[in-house]
């Protein structure tokens, strides 16, 4: 089999054999298949896609390209949940500590920044001394005492997405069902999970920009899901503005714990809640997701859920007093205002825009090797439908570098739109598969 005729065949639309996806997955993890090849494969995958079977196949074998992970030595049910990718969507934060002051074990392999959306592992990375490359033993152990740990991918776990996801980010291959579905649940399935719930998210800040094609890849997710034996839910969650207030990764940290506290923003809570009561109904903690939201609230009234977050961040390394004071956060040395030209409403964000702004300030990578700087980032101070008048701050843009500034800033300022009539603001919530 040659890998150059598997590039041809897909390049004119044609389905690909399993054995031919399974040349490509084999050949791609061990090295004898090169980036290029690789790239010409992903990029006629995006253009013409692949069908159910062709998913569910590039699927199960991503996923078993290393380790299945065997989590019984964790007491319960376990739930994981993922996001098909995001601006400012910090929801693992606050979900994790909350669902696991329920008593229900949260074993959750996270992800870094994808083209202009973020990643929860570099989000915690902005914690200082937080670590998540755990030991097997520890991430058990962890989950185990405090019911919550979160780990990177291992070198071990479904390491064909590992390099596919990295080499997916600069070559302009990410916005293809196929390819989100097959490295989502890849992972998913790998990492064990009896309980999987997905935000499949939509809008200009997602990957899916239209609330039919979200549809297509939830459904075509909780197909694999269910198929694999796993419960599935996905929900389908607005992306057109960003999410909650802060893009950037200490920003979003902060705006994360003081959710927490029960200071968050209104709609970011509101997609919290919605996903959090799913993990807890279908781990079985509920008798529908409606009670799960009660119990769910107590979590964070009660003061339970932030004091999850400060033990997880303190048996990962991380310095807690960051959690109690948020002050310590070290942020862009230079902060400055976008203002608004003219008086009227928000009537539109590019919510990608903000989450490239984000990355050319240096909070996401151009390139794979790129390191991140955790305090730069924007704090969005109007939404879609918000009154503003001229000279008000439409954001705040925190940096460490001039020119980056500069560029970051006129990316913002594009991202903007205002007119004389108010719109109304987004519905958070569109659908749920289950
Ligand atoms: N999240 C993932 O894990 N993979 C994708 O392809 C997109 C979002």
Redesign the pocket.
């Known amino acids: 089999m040659r890998m150059y005729d598997i590039i041809d065949k897909k390049k004119l639309g044609e389905k690909l054999t399993n054995e031919e996806i399974a040349f490509f997955v084999k050949g791609y993890t061990d090295g004898s298949i090169p980036d290029y090849q690789a790239s010409a494969l992903l990029m006629a995958i995006a253009i013409n896609g692949m069908d159910v079977r062709e998913t569910t196949e590039l699927t199960l074998l991503m996923a078993k390209s290393g380790e299945m992970l065997d989590l019984s030595v964790i007491k319960g049910v376990h739930v994981d949940k993922?996001s098909?990718?995001g601006v400012g969507d910090k929801t693992t934060l606050i979900i994790g500590p909350m669902v696991a002051s329920l008593g229900i074990p949260v074993a959750k392999m996270s992800?870094r920044g994808?083209g202009h959306t973020g990643g929860t592992i570099d989000k915690l990375e902005s914690i200082p001394g937080f670590n998540t490359s755990l030991s097997k033993e520890t991430f058990f152990n962890n989950v185990n005492t405090l019911g919550l740990a979160v780990a990177g991918q291992t070198a071990n776990l479904a390491p064909a997405d590992k390099k596919l996801?990295a080499l997916r980010d600069v070559t302009a291959t990410?916005s293809s069902i196929p390819?989100?579905a097959a490295?989502?649940m890849s992972?998913k399935l790998a990492a064990g999970a009896d309980v999987i719930v997905l935000d499949v998210k939509t809008g200009s800040g997602a990957?899916m920009k239209t609330v039919d094609s979200a549809k297509e890849l939830a459904r075509r997710m909780v197909d694999i899901g269910n198929n694999a034996g796993r419960k599935t839910f996905a929900v389908i969650t607005d992306m057109n503005d960003p999410l909650g207030i802060a893009v950037g990764n200490s920003l979003e940290v902060i705006e994360a714990i003081n959710a927490l506290k029960g200071k968050g923003d209104e709609k970011l809570m509101e997609v919290v809640y919605k996903l959090a009561s799913y993990m807890v109904y279908g781990a079985g903690k509920a008798s529908s997701p409606e009670e799960a939201r009660e119990k769910l609230e107590e979590t964070i009234t009660s003061g339970k859920a932030l004091e999850t977050f400060a033990k997880f961040v303190k048996a990962q390394g991380g310095d807690d007093r960051y959690v109690y004071d948020t002050s310590f956060f070290e942020l862009g040395k230079i902060k400055e205002d976008l203002l608004s030209d003219i008086d009227g409403y928000v009537s539109d964000i590019r919510a990608d825009e903000v989450g490239i702004a984000s990355l050319i300030l240096g909070g996401g990578r151009e390139k794979k090797d790129d390191v991140i700087d955790p305090g730069v980032g924007i704090i969005i101070n109007k939404k879609t439908s918000d009154r503003v008048l001229k000279g008000e701050p439409l954001a705040t843009l925190y940096a460490n570098d001039a020119s980056k500034l500069a560029e970051a800033k006129k990316r913002l300022r594009g991202a903007f739109t205002i007119g004389a009539e108010k719109v109304g603001a987004y519905k958070m919530i569109y659908d749920t598969v289950e």
């Open positions: 993922h098909s990718g992800g994808l996801y990410v390819l989100i490295s989502i992972k990957f």
